[in-house]
């Protein structure tokens, strides 16, 4: 088990086998490398918050559940940095972002993941349909605790 605080749950404890590693980190957040995914109520919305530092957590959702035309290239590097075996085991993310009660999705930046060995990686989707700030219309923003 790790421990750690953060600012909007307050206290954590969570099984190591939980921690999805980015070796590269995200965009704008290079250093923060450990992450965990954390339930939003009863719906397909997460939470994936940072391990490392406090303050970081961002809302992610699987993107095909609001834009069923979503489409992502995965390079075959992208397969190898993950160590993905197999398809199954892919596990993709958009971030949302919530700003003046509207929310957005970026289908630029995708979190791909590898759910078993809990590695992950943020990639560019070079899809020119897709934006960084999708607007979601079925979504109310979900409120911070």
């Not at 749950?9 to 450990?34: N, S, Y």
């Not at 109520?41 to 809302?59: C, G, R």
């Not at 035309?69 to 160590?83: E, P, T, V």
């Not at 990686?121 to 020119?128: L, S, T």
Request: aromatic share 10%; with cysteine.
């Amino acid at each position: 088990m790790i421990s750690f605080n953060s600012s909007r749950f307050g206290r954590l404890e969570v099984a190591k086998d939980r921690v999805i590693h980015f070796p590269g980190g995200l965009m704008g957040f290079p250093d923060i490398k450990r992450f965990i995914l954390m339930d939003y109520k009863d719906t397909s919305l997460k939470w994936l918050q940072a391990v490392d530092d406090p303050d970081i957590a961002f809302i992610v959702m699987p993107p095909y559940e609001v834009f069923p035309d979503y489409s992502l290239k995965i390079d075959k590097s992208i397969y190898n940095l993950l160590a993905l075996e197999s398809e199954d085991d892919l596990v993709i993310f958009v971030m949302l972002r919530v700003e003046g009660g509207r929310v957005t999705a970026n289908l630029q930046g995708p979190l791909v993941l590898n759910s078993i060995n809990k590695r992950g990686v943020q990639i560019v989707n070079e899809d020119p349909r897709f934006s960084c700030r999708t607007p979601l219309k079925s979504l109310n923003a979900p409120a911070a605790k």
